[in-house]
């Protein structure tokens, strides 16, 4: 067998192939003729975030039978064009769950506690203790766009700070709902009532654009919008102007339309904290969703067995 491990992996991931007697693994370090030319005889790939798996790609990939996603999203691979070449894509929507979730509260809490302020207040010798004056958690309403692995992570984290919970998830089932304390609520609803909205769907035709126009001017006057999901999911444009006019009072972005987005108009904002997709960017995270893809890949190669942990 023949794994092409496109991007940068941990030393435990390797392993996982290395230990299988005869199987090559080719690490991005070692690719030096392109990704094209060395996927012409591989049995299978593995990225991360930054390849694009496109049609093209594939077609150089002629016996490629699985293509593994260490992470949750797969839109950068095209999961019809490996499926019509009968290639099956893995992901691992556990595995980084925690590290999501646990941004996302962080980014909460910076935001209703103006953390980016403060501290670029102090790097500057600044003492700006009156006009930083915060709001808590506690008492405020947290809508769940999204009760998968990560939703509910968040969910759970929440909880301890004494917010309200409500969420919205067509697949999710009453039952895992009132086990996690959560009020299923309309999608309308869940706009309506939130103080804090926070969104871990995937990005598909229906949720792309969701937080729009439309579907802000039904929200709460000062709610704040947390995205560590897809950039996709936001109308820039609708964002920006409900910042301008006070609507939105705060939002914090992980992710972006474009990444890195290009001289952003989000940057002039005070109330907006931007971080460079690092959600699922911490060690535990990384080592797990590594390890686990591997896993995964392996156990198909040798056992024609499809795994989604
Ligand atoms: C994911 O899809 O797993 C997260 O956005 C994190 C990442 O892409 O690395």
């Keep these: ?19 299988e007697p005869g199987w ?12 094209a030319a060395e996927l012409a005889d591989a049995d299978a790939l593995v990225v991360r975030s930054a390849v694009q798996v496109d049609d093209a790609l594939l077609e150089s990939a002629p016996k490629v039978r699985v293509i593994g996603r260490a992470g949750v999203g797969v839109d950068n691979i095209d999961a019809d ?15 980084n769950a925690v590290a999501v979730a646990e941004l996302t509260i962080g980014l909460m809490l910076a935001l209703g506690r103006q953390l980016p302020k403060a ?3 102090m790097h500057a010798g600044k003492w700006e203790k009156k006009s930083l004056n915060g709001s808590e958690l506690r008492g405020k309403t947290l809508g769940i766009l999204g009760l998968g692995r990560v939703g509910l992570e968040v969910a759970k984290r929440a909880r301890v700070f004494g917010m309200e919970l409500i969420g919205h998830d067509p697949y999710v089932s009453a039952a895992v709902a009132r086990e996690a304390a959560i009020k299923l609520v309309s999608v309308e609803d869940l706009f309506k009532e939130a103080d804090y909205l926070t969104l871990h769907v995937g990005l598909t035709p229906q949720t792309a654009g969701i937080i729009n126009e439309a579907s802000i001017a039904t929200m709460k006057k000062g709610v704040r919008i947390v995205n560590c999901a897809r950039g996709e999911l936001i109308i820039d444009e609708a964002l920006l102007e409900a910042l301008k006019s ?12 474009e990444e890195p987005p290009k001289d952003s108009p989000f940057t002039s904002f005070e109330n907006v904290i931007l ?35």
């Design 246 to 257: 006070d609507k939105v009072a705060g939002a914090a972005l992980d992710v972006f339309r």
């Design 275 to 309: 971080t460079p997709h690092i959600a699922g960017s911490t060690a535990e995270a990384q080592e797990a969703v590594g390890i686990q893809i591997a896993m995964q890949v392996r156990e198909y190669l040798k056992h024609g067995v499809v795994q989604n942990a």
């Design 81 to 95: 064009a490996a499926t019509r070449r009968g290639m099956v894509v893995m992901n691992t929507p556990g595995a």
């Design 24 to 35: 090559v693994v080719v690490t991005h370090d070692q690719i030096k003729n392109g990704l």
């Design 1 to 19: 067998m023949k794994i092409v491990l496109a991007e940068k992996v941990s030393p435990a991931t390797l392993a996982v192939f290395q230990q």
């Design 119 to 121: 501290n670029i207040g």
